[in-house]
């Protein structure tokens, strides 16, 4: 079962799955998931389609072997907007997912965010560093709510014995991402593509590190099968700043479209890097996908 699974990482771990011969149960009830995310798979006789909102139980019949908690608003516009319904599916919802999988007797896996570190004091962030998060800002719904979904799965594990992972997922990008989720790929993708001004929140001196979605659940996937119970940062250290990023599209797109700055947003981090050694020694596990590679392929889904 993939909760989630009309999100934008939620989608592609669908097809990896079915790819690698899994049946799929795909629920998402669609608050920022997107049908059209998974249309491709509807004929597929080995993926089910449910739709549902995780906060309530769930009955499932017959055997279910792992269950992935994917669901979640992602973006800020989304959880900022949604602020009490993110508090909800990953408190509520995983909960019930967590229960799921203790019914079953299935695996569980928890998608958390590098959010969890807040605006990190440690550089790079590893899996060891406890964080810098505002507990009352406006980003807190969603800090707040995947360290508790965090808390609850260890909690589930140490309980009742449940075969649990965490991935702590960092900046992801690449087809089926939301133009206009207010993330800074699909927000500099869509404005170069318009020809409007490229914004850059602060001096752009801030810097992320960003993955091609396909490696990014191949970590995923491999995570799921190790027996690794503590969070597995997933991400791609190659570290750049907002205005170094700004630059690449403009050249991956042609466009002449100006940089301007705006203030910067409340508790917006100014370093966000993994350390991914861990997922390296325990998964052998590494990003695969070039920036300039993963643009193209992005780009090519978006271009009209």
Not at 87 to 92: E, F, K, P, R, T
Request: aromatic residues 8%.
């Amino acid at each position: 079962m993939v909760s989630g699974a009309a999100g934008f990482i939620g989608s592609h771990m669908c097809d990896r799955l079915l790819a690698e011969g899994h049946a799929v149960v795909a629920v998402d009830n669609f608050l920022t998931g997107a049908e059209r995310n998974v249309a491709h798979l509807r004929d597929n006789p080995k993926f089910r389609l449910v739709r549902h909102d995780i906060t309530q139980p769930l009955p499932v019949d017959g055997r279910l072997d792992a269950v992935l908690n994917m669901a979640s608003p992602a973006s800020p516009k989304d959880y900022m907007r949604h602020s009490i319904a993110t508090l909800d599916v990953a408190s509520a919802g995983t909960r019930n997912m967590l229960e799921l999988a203790r019914a079953k007797g299935a695996r569980f896996l928890l998608t958390s965010t590098s959010e969890c570190y807040g605006d990190p004091l440690e550089h790079p962030q590893s899996e060891t560093y406890w964080g810098n998060v505002n507990p009352v800002g406006p980003r807190s719904c969603y800090d707040e709510s995947k360290r508790f979904a965090e808390a609850l799965t260890m909690s589930y594990h140490r309980t009742y014995g449940l075969p649990t992972n965490i991935a702590r997922i960092f900046n992801t990008y690449g087809p089926r991402m939301k133009l206009d989720d207010g993330r800074v790929v699909p927000a500099f993708i869509d404005q170069a593509l318009r020809g409007e001004e490229i914004t850059i929140f602060g001096d752009g001196s801030q810097t992320r590190s960003f993955c091609y979605v396909s490696d990014l659940v191949d970590g995923i996937y491999r995570l799921m099968q190790a027996e690794e119970r503590y969070p597995v940062n997933l991400g791609n250290p190659n570290e750049m700043t907002i205005r170094e990023f700004a630059e690449r599209i403009l050249r991956a797109t042609g466009s002449s479209s100006p940089i301007v700055n705006r203030a910067l947003p409340e508790d917006d981090p100014r370093k966000r890097q993994p350390d991914i050694s861990k997922a390296r020694r325990l998964l052998g596990w590494e990003p695969r996908v070039t920036l300039d590679e993963g643009l193209r392929l992005t780009l090519d889904y978006f271009r009209p």
